[in-house]
């Protein structure tokens, strides 16, 4: 799958990686940042932001996207910057190019299975935007808080809510995939995520 992604600077190459329900945009202020001694590129995962979408979810396959993206611009070696789910992400790919990565930083995740269902409200109010046709993020923002009650949440949820290609409004992430596939998001165990002994 080729993955919508942005590069930034010029320098060793870190790979920004975002979590679920959000996109490359998310750690703009962290590829801003950064730019300025590296080249930076941020990556929109399939189902999320401006990427394709799939059936697919794995954490083999999301790290074989962004693989993809790093191959298509010939970078040797690289860093990676993974938060939450992809931080998960970040993980899968040292089991896939473990040679080529320079350092590894995870944040806000660790290599486990979650078991708490704590987007069933998220998901829910996903769900309730999707069952109308609207044209305005403060329409889908009345639909959501229904579900959503933390501002900040819907607010965060709401930067994927835009005009899409078909020309309506809507979700840039695939919401039924991403709930046909949460079983497989929350996993995390170590022999599947395990993170390279050189990576520092």
């Known amino acids: 799958m080729n993955l919508h992604y942005h590069v930034e600077g010029e320098g060793d190459a870190i790979v920004l990686i975002h979590g679920l329900f959000g996109s490359a945009d998310n750690l703009g202020l962290l590829a801003r940042s950064l730019k300025e001694q590296y080249k930076v590129i941020s990556v929109d995962l399939r189902n999320h932001g401006r990427s394709p979408h799939s059936d697919s979810f794995t954490y083999q396959a999301l790290a074989q996207d962004v693989l993809n993206v790093v191959d ?47 987007h069933e409200n998220v998901f829910a109010g996903l769900q309730a935007v999707n069952q109308h046709t609207l044209h305005k993020r403060s329409d889908a923002e009345t639909y959501l808080s229904q579900h959503v009650m933390d501002p900040g949440v819907r607010q965060f949820l709401l930067k994927s809510f835009a005009k899409l290609p078909e020309g309506h409004y809507g979700w840039r992430f695939n919401v039924d995939g991403l709930i046909a596939n949460y079983a497989t998001i929350m996993a995390g165990k170590r022999s599947r995520l395990s993170m390279a002994a050189h990576c520092s």
């Open 72 to 118: 298509q611009l010939d970078l040797p070696s690289f860093s990676l910057i993974g938060h939450s789910m992809g931080g998960k992400v970040a993980m899968a790919i040292t089991s896939l190019a473990a040679s080529r990565i320079q350092h590894l930083l995870v944040l806000d995740i660790a290599p486990v299975t979650y078991h708490v269902h704590r």
